[in-house]
């Protein structure tokens, strides 16, 4: 093919402050530069134009330069959000190297670059390639594809595709003078090499080899480009596998921490933790009270105090109620109930078994005198003194201790006055589905062919909220490009972590991973933990800027495996520890973990830990007993009904026989058959 001697290319900067103020611009210098540079005999990048990042003026350039009858040959936009895919084809075969050297170029530079996404895409005659916002990205974007775009330019011009095709991806590289030591054939193959190569930098270990665990999560590989279309997927999963304890390891790590918040002292603080020491306000009791029924008297040790032993008159009575007690006097006593005030000036109650009555009122309705049968009382006796239980200022709870259900720390705050406390904020928990195969698990009439009811929503909305955390409902998400990134926004603005379930395995649509990492700048701390069930559960933290500060935090997003029963068994044990972090609790996070006698023979995975679902049952020997709840394949929820336990067990070939014992991680309560 022959090429026209010269190339016009047009370099379209989005950006608001340059278009105020094109002084401030570099991007057009930079990528000129790169176009004289790198191309100067082939290329004229005199066309030029600074536009706020806005549909309107990006198109109408766009459109100008491309619905000519001249229309430009190449339209190199830096800046803007992802514009202009409506007005512009995209062409896989096309772009496949293009973005390849773009991709592979951004990585080498800086792990966040994927973040830019690069874009190429055709309208009309003309190319279109879309470079990041910094002047240092676009350019160095441009480098990397500039070689192969003057064949790209000419097929799009309507040149003789077919010769262009032949070679392939390899041919567009070869042109492009890179990578020359690889001949392997498979594109998608390539680009994992690549990567890997690459991602090695620094950490001795060759490309070659397989994935290690412990690479940081900028050194770690990335997701899929799903615009990229299944020849350009990973064949095999891009994350390394970890073992379940090494992922709650980097959960404990990147889970946020929790925050605080005042709280009045009610209802809702029950399942918090204290974020600071309570010390009593007031004392308990906080007034000397008799623990008896009978007469508050004026005991003392003192020889000359008179006995106690006698005739005395009733001078008052004090029940258990407010208000003001008369004084009692020296050879006075006082009928007193349990729990009532000593009026002042008593010093001790004797209970109404120690006297008998020995007149009445005249209408005999009152006592008048009574006998005290012993002169054995002494000061203080029968007396619950003030702060005999809490004193005013002790500490009656510490930091870091958890609000039970079971009602003890409830009520001992409300004893001792307090009013509002500082506790951690317990995590909100939003539960998303993906996929266009899902449907509501009510939604009424037959199944069409593909259509799965959503069982994972409604199973982790309650098993969510059997754990005492709060649970968002945030509905399906469809497959469609953009309606789970929208979705997913949506929720970290309203939510503190997010369950997903479905997408994570490695199927063309699945849509998650690059979500996270390209749309939401998300960090994959792990995608592949070796267990079973639960192998493909994905853990990510995506900055998230908050309405109220303009300080980013980060939050937990959780990709649990499609399956029903491995979406619950991952929630348990990934998920529940991460809420309980946030939740303020000590470590060690998790389910509470016992010993239990196997009643029948288990068989293990040679390779994987598994996670058995059981029902764990207390005997009269004292024992826990554990009944696997059958046939554990990981898409049958049945395997769940009436499970109260995991059994783990390690992952070794063979079988443990009835009778020995296993490590149980308890999720409900125990049955007891005593
Ligand atoms: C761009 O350069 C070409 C020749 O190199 C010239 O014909 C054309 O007028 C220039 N366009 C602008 C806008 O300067
Ligand atoms: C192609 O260019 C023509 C004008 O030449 C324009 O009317 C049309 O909208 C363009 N088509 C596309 C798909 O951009
Ligand atoms: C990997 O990066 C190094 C330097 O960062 C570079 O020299 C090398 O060519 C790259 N390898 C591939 C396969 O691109
Ligand atoms: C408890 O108090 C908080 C204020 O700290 C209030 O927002 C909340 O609605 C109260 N809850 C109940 C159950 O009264
Ligand atoms: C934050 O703002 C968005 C709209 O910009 C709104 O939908 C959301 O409810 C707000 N969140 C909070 C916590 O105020």
């Keep these: 093919m022959s090429a026209p001697s010269r190339l016009r290319a047009a370099i379209l900067i989005i950006s608001e402050t340059a278009n105020k103020d ?29 536009v706020p990042d806005n549909a309107h003026d990006i198109q109408s350039s766009i459109k100008g330069w491309c619905d000519g009858t001249d229309p430009i040959n190449l339209i190199a936009t830096s ?27 951004s990585l080498k530079v800086t792990p966040f670059a994927m973040m830019a996404r690069p874009v190429a895409g055709v309208r009309n005659k003309t190319l279109i390639v879309t470079l990041p916002g910094s002047p240092k990205g676009a350019k160095e974007n441009l480098e990397a594809i500039l070689p192969q775009l003057a064949h790209a330019c ?20 070869r042109e492009a003078g890179l990578k020359a030591q690889s ?40 997701s899929n480009d799903p615009n990229a279309g299944p020849t350009q997927r990973y064949r095999e999963s891009p994350y390394p596998m970890l073992a379940v304890e090494e992922a709650l390891k980097l959960i404990a790590e990147h889970t946020p921490d929790p925050t605080i918040l005042r709280s009045a002292v009610n209802e809702s603080i029950v399942g918090c933790v204290l974020a600071e020491d309570v010390t009593a306000r007031e004392s308990v009791p906080a007034f000397r009270a008799s623990i008896v029924d009978g007469y508050a008297i004026v005991a003392s040790n003192h020889p000359l105090v008179p006995s106690t032993k006698g005739l005395f008159p009733v001078t008052g009575i004090s029940h258990a109620q407010a208000g003001e007690v008369a004084k009692l006097g020296t050879g006075e006593v006082a009928r007193i109930t349990t729990g009532a005030p000593l009026p002042p000036g008593a010093t001790a ?3 109404v078994e120690d006297t008998v009555l020995r007149s009445m009122t005249e209408d005999g309705k009152e006592e008048d005198e009574i006998e005290i049968l012993t002169d ?16 005013a200022g002790d500490v009656v709870m510490r930091k870091g201790e958890g609000m039970t259900a079971v009602g003890g720390e409830f009520g001992l705050l409300a004893s001792v006055g307090t009013q509002e406390i500082s506790v951690y904020k317990q995590p909100v928990v939003g539960v998303l589905s993906t996929g266009d195969e899902i449907i509501p698990h009510d939604r009424s009439g037959d199944l069409k062919l593909g259509e799965v009811r959503d069982t994972n929503r409604p199973t982790l909305l309650t098993a969510v909220r059997g754990s005492g955390f709060e649970a968002v409902d945030l509905g399906i998400a469809s497959d469609k490009p953009g309606a789970l990134e929208t979705a997913l926004r949506d929720a970290l603005r309203t939510v503190d972590i997010v369950i997903t379930s479905g997408g994570v395995s490695m199927g063309e649509l699945d849509l998650l991973k690059p979500t996270i990492e390209r749309s939401l ?20 933290t995506v900055p998230v800027k908050p309405n109220d500060s303009s300080d980013r935090k980060r939050k937990a997003i959780f990709s649990l495996p499609g399956n029903p029963a491995s979406a619950v068994v991952t929630y348990q044990l990934f998920v529940l520890p991460a809420l309980q972090k946030m939740a303020g609790f000590s ?22 830990a598994e996670y058995h679902r059981a029902v764990v049952e207390a005997k009269e020997d004292g024992l826990l007993y554990a009944t696997s709840t059958g046939f554990q394949r990981s898409s049958r929820i049945g395997s769940f009904k009436g499970a109260n336990a995991l059994l783990c067990l390690p992952p070794r070939p063979g079988t443990l026989a009835r009778g020995e014992k296993v490590d149980a991680l308890l999720m409900g309560k125990i049955i007891s058959a005593l």
């Excluded at 803007?80 to 096309?94: I, M, N, R, W």
């Excluded at 392997?184 to 690459?198: A, I, L, M, R």
């Excluded at 470590?587 to 994987?608: C, I, S, T, Y």
């Design 521 to 540: 700048g998300g960090t994959i701390h792990f995608g592949r933990v070796s267990m079973k069930p639960g192998k493909p559960t994905t853990f990510a």
């Design 183 to 222: 001949t392997v054939q498979d594109t998608s193959k390539h680009q994992h090499h690549h990567h890997s190569h690459n991602r090695s930098h620094g950490h001795g270990h060759s490309g070659h080899t397989g994935p290690k665990a412990h690479t940081k999560p900028e050194d770690r590989s990335v």
């Design 79 to 105: 800046g803007g959000t992802g514009f202009a895919q409506k007005d512009v084809t995209p062409e896989p075969s096309l772009m496949l190297g293009i973005r390849h050297a773009m991709l592979s170029t």
């Design 376 to 391: 054995a009382i002494k000061e203080g006796e029968n007396v619950r003194e003030v702060g005999s239980d809490v004193r």
């Design 154 to 173: 000419q097929q799009a011009a309507g040149a003789d595709s077919r010769s262009l095709h032949v070679g392939g991806t390899q041919q567009l590289e």
């Design 349 to 351: 109650v004797v209970m």
């Design 587 to 608: 470590p060690p996070w998790g389910l509470p973990k016992v010993k239990v006698v196997l009643e029948h023979e288990v068989r293990m995975d040679p390779k994987r």
């Design 22 to 50: 094109p002084t401030t611009d570099k991007g057009i210098a930079a990528l000129q530069e790169v176009f004289s540079r790198i191309a100067g005999d082939r290329w004229d990048a005199n066309e030029t134009r600074i």
